[in-house]
């Protein structure tokens, strides 16, 4: 186990492979000790998205076997973890605060933004066939307008997609930012 400060490169190289992230990001999950078994099935789940039940064989040994033998064994030489093969113990040492930036936050409950987007874009489709065909309210006056609407809303939610994205900001209504 390494007992030096690691530099913002050393960081980079180690976090550059997406499950040395979900590993450390798990541990942090789990107080910051945990079993490879646990941490296997949920690293595969994440990779597959699918929940760690419908994990199949292949898959969950696919990710043990690189934990294992890699990414366990580098997360250790550089002070990360404490990771013991003979029993498959694995803990997270205390400076974990400074992994933060380099980790995954929307690994669960991630917000449909592309939904979102994808509404407001069908909307404004919609509004400028019907204005075209002069159908029902939408009328070639009325269709600045509507237009004018639109890109507001989609204003609107960029916003808020922008700042609920910010670490330091607290939504309202209980709502949890990320």
């Not at 002070?79 to 803990?91: F, M, Q, R």
């Not at 987007?117 to 159908?135: E, H």
């Not at 269709?143 to 609407?149: D, F, K, Q, R």
């Not at 997609?161 to 209980?174: A, I, T, Y």
Request: glycine residues 4%.
């Amino acid at each position: 186990m390494s007992k030096h400060e690691l530099t913002q490169a050393e960081l980079f190289d180690v976090f550059s492979n997406a499950r040395r992230r979900l590993a450390v990001q798990y541990l942090k999950r789990k107080g910051g000790t945990c079993d490879l078994a646990p941490l296997v099935e949920q690293v595969a789940a994440w990779e597959n998205d699918t929940a760690p039940d419908d994990v199949t064989r292949t898959q969950r040994r696919r990710v043990y076997i690189s934990l294992y033998q890699t990414h366990l064994p580098m997360l250790e030489d550089h002070g990360i973890v404490d990771w013991d093969p003979d029993d498959h113990a694995i803990e997270l040492l205390p400076s974990e605060e400074i992994f933060d930036p380099y980790l995954d936050h929307r690994l669960d409950g991630q917000r449909p933004w592309h939904r979102l987007y994808a509404t407001v874009t069908s909307l404004g489709v919609v509004a400028l066939a019907l204005s075209w065909l002069s159908v029902g309210p939408l009328t070639v006056t009325a269709a600045p307008a509507i237009a004018l609407t639109l890109c507001l809303l989609v204003l609107a939610v960029a916003v808020a997609q922008h700042v609920s994205r910010r670490p330091e900001f607290d939504l309202p209504l209980g709502l949890a930012s990320r």
